[in-house]
């Protein structure tokens, strides 16, 4: 996967998780995920399984499309 992508990627879900005001470990939570596996998408240091893109989307209210920045 691009790097480039990836960290796109990222910073759009932070900017969604503080949008909302919630903190890294509260969205690890919700997730079901361990803290550092959360900051890693986030940083833009792995992919992101389908499961997660899709949590994110309907989490977050937005498309799939707008989280990996296409139809911008």
Do not use: C, H, S
Not at 38 to 45: D, F, L, V
């Amino acid at each position: 996967m691009d790097k480039n992508l990836l960290v796109d990627f990222g910073k759009r879900l932070k900017a969604l998780r503080e949008a909302k005001g919630l903190k890294q470990r509260e969205m690890a939570e919700a997730m079901g995920l361990k803290l550092r596996q959360y900051q890693r998408y986030e940083y833009g240091e792995i992919g992101v399984p389908l499961e997660a893109l899709n949590f994110f989307a309907d989490y977050f209210g937005v498309t799939t499309d707008y989280l990996l920045g296409r139809g911008e």
